[in-house]
């Protein structure tokens, strides 16, 4: 719980207003364990998998945090704590001044849900393929009551395609008529549906490909500007966030290790897992040096090692490092969870 | 003289409606000891490329004309048994998802002893010592005890290295990687990556590496191709063909690509998408989205052109017209 408190008492900046998406301490915990029977038969314990383990950050009105880490590291179980996919073990989630999984359970989080809204990886998956287009978009319009009459809907989703790049002509198409790209614009539609102020995308753009891609971010970049949306934006590629974010959070099994302004994080890593991180990716055009040698893996989050989470693998641990868990801690402007940065060390 | 050569390949796909015809007039070579990288979006016909390579096409895709030569032979058009001997013995193939390319029901020690008695006149006892030292080679600690275990016994990275050991055992002159790192996470991305240059250039292995990702095939890559809708848009050394492209597609490409070392507020973008494979416009399969087009591009389909250090199927480059980019 210090962790908490030491984020709370540091100074916030300066002359800002209260941001409008506030995680504190969320914490999401799995049981995976065999069924009863072969526990019992087997005398094999509970087992719990923390997939997210108390994670803290602000998103202010209109700006992008992107949250990136390797899979399984928590990212997009935040990513569905934050819309209300899943409640969460501990901690919670201030959404304009309210706490927002206490409003869902009340009549009215309905209305709370309209403002929050979520765009998935798998544009192929997320659409009903046996819905048309028109359907699709105007399902959330329907849903939330904001449209009823025929005429009216109609006329918003076309306005909603347009705003997306697409026609209002292709209404009554469905959804295998399009390309990766625009099925993703459909999505993107659909989540604007209801005007929401804060849209979580989970990897929005991995499943296309760079072209496309681009066509895609450069929309989300578009849209934000026009109408002030506010973006968590979930990605294991660390130039498409670079691209679009404002503030980047590098996630390790399922902890926050560092949370830094977009520049300061690129041009100045603190963490060691931040710095492997952008080491390992292959760049496009400094061709021929040899990349810095990244070791190991992601350990199994089930038995997560002691200590800080990042030891066995990082160049800097010493015995500290196994035995202590390090705090998120406010250092020169960053917040970054490691005790070699903490001491000076790095 | 090249080790693999691509002459005037056709793949095709007979249909109800009609034949698909994928690939079209794809020629290329490999020389001993080159990687040769290929990129293209989804649907270009890079995987399609590497298939006929190794002769796995799925019907009813089928050679519909031009050659595969490998060390001067032809092997495009040999029986299912020959095809059969030169896979694995001559060509390696490395697939994206590590899971499904390995027996899930047989210890990784068998299927590399399988694999290399297959090609190779030794003893099972000196099979399993050189599956132990493949396994060494391809950083997987411990390899004499890992080599009894099973494939869901490793994680992802690791399950990578083993198909990579599988695709050098039987010492193949040629490997096709088909997406290897796709699948997998940016850190071990990195390690596969090292792994598979260093493996092969210790042993004198060519390597036809097909991704979608250019950061990979800079760092990987000594010449790289580009592929559009089952044409090569532009071939050449990779640092011409990322630094100084010559082809319009290729250079939408490259900026459309995030980089990691240069913010921009906007990226430059490609509009419209590859056209399918039943409705490939007349002329360059590109001039609907090139930003240069004109009246040429329209009706003749160009050839691939020297342009510079590359070559590029783009009739800016045709240097009797006159024109130049």
């Known amino acids: 719980m210090s962790e908490v408190r030491k984020s709370e008492d540091a100074p916030n900046a300066t002359g800002m207003k209260a941001p409008l998406v506030q995680a504190h301490d969320l914490a999401k915990t799995f049981d995976v364990s065999l069924p009863w029977l072969n526990r019992v038969l087997e005398r094999k314990p509970r087992q719990l998998l923390k997939a997210v383990d108390g994670v803290s950050f602000e998103i202010e009105k209109g700006k992008t945090l992107a949250l990136v880490g390797e899979s399984g590291c928590g990212k997009s179980t935040v990513a569905r704590l934050l819309v209300g996919l899943y409640e969460p073990t501990r901690g919670g989630l201030t959404f304009d001044g309210q706490d927002a999984h206490a409003v869902f359970k009340t009549p009215a989080g309905q209305q709370l849900r309209s403002r929050i809204q979520m765009i998935f990886q798998d544009p192929y998956a997320s659409l009903n393929p046996r819905w048309t287009v028109e359907d699709i978009i105007a399902e959330p319009l329907r849903e939330h009551g904001i449209l009823r009459d025929g005429a009216a809907l109609k006329e918003r989703v076309g306005e909603l395609l347009k705003s997306v790049g697409l026609s209002p002509l292709d209404m009554p198409k469905y959804p295998h008529q399009f390309s990766g790209g625009q099925r993703q614009r459909i999505s993107i539609a659909r989540a604007l549906a209801t005007e929401p102020e804060f849209l979580v995308c989970d990897e929005p753009t991995s499943a296309l490909d760079v072209s496309v891609q681009a066509q895609v971010l450069n929309i989300m970049k578009d849209l934000q500007r026009k109408q002030g949306l506010t973006y968590l934006f979930i990605s294991h590629n660390l130039a498409v966030v670079r691209h679009v974010s404002d503030q980047v959070g590098v996630m390790y099994l399922g902890r926050l290790v560092e949370l830094a302004d977009k520049h300061t994080l690129f041009d100045t890593p603190r963490h060691p897992y931040t710095r492997m991180l952008l080491d390992a990716i292959p760049k496009m055009h400094d061709t021929g040096r040899a990349r810095t040698p990244v070791s190991g893996e992601v350990p199994n989050p089930l038995n997560p090692p002691g200590g800080c989470t990042f030891h066995p693998r990082c160049p800097h641990a010493n015995a500290r490092c196994k035995s202590e868990r390090p705090e998120f801690l406010h250092l020169g402007g960053v917040r970054v969870a490691c005790h070699a940065v903490e001491e000076g060390r790095i | ?325």
Request: charged share 20%.
């Open chain 2, 1 to 325: 003289m090249s080790l693999l050569q691509i002459k005037n390949l056709v793949v095709e796909f007979p249909g109800r409606r009609g034949t698909l015809r994928a690939l079209d007039d794809i020629s290329f070579d490999i020389a001993p000891g080159e990687i040769l990288g290929v990129v293209g979006e989804s649907g270009a016909g890079k995987s399609l490329t590497g298939a006929a390579i190794i002769g796995l096409l799925e019907p009813p895709g089928r050679v519909a004309g031009g050659q595969i030569l490998l060390e001067g032979e032809r092997i495009d058009n040999l029986p299912y048994a020959r095809m059969r001997h030169i896979r694995g013995r001559k060509i390696g193939a490395i697939f994206q998802d590590p899971l499904t390319s390995l027996n899930p029901l047989y210890t990784i020690g068998r299927q590399l002893v399988e694999t290399i008695q297959a090609h190779l006149p030794v003893t099972a006892q000196e099979a399993r010592r050189r599956a132990i030292d493949l396994l060494n080679d391809t950083g997987i600690p411990a390899a004499a005890q890992r080599i009894d275990h099973y494939p869901h016994q490793f994680s992802g990275g690791m399950r990578q290295r083993v198909v990579i050991a599988l695709a050098l055992a039987a010492e193949p002159r040629l490997i096709v990687a088909d997406e290897p790192t796709t699948a997998l996470d940016v850190s071990i991305q990195a390690q596969i990556i090292t792994l598979l240059k260093t493996v092969c250039k210790d042993r004198g292995a060519a390597v036809m590496l097909i991704t979608h990702d250019m950061g990979v095939i800079a760092e990987t890559c000594d010449r790289v191709a580009v592929m559009y809708a089952g044409r090569i848009a532009e071939i050449g050394p990779v640092h011409q063909v990322i630094n100084h492209p010559s082809h319009p597609y290729t250079a939408g490409l490259m900026a459309a690509i995030p980089d990691i070392a240069v913010e921009r507020e906007r990226l430059y973008q490609i509009d419209g998408a590859m056209p399918r494979l039943n409705a490939v416009p007349q002329g360059c399969a590109f001039n609907p989205r090139c930003p240069k087009v004109f009246d040429r591009c329209r009706q003749e389909r160009p050839d691939l052109l020297p342009a510079g250090a590359t070559r590029a199927a783009c009739w800016l480059h045709d240097a009797r017209a006159g024109v130049s980019a």
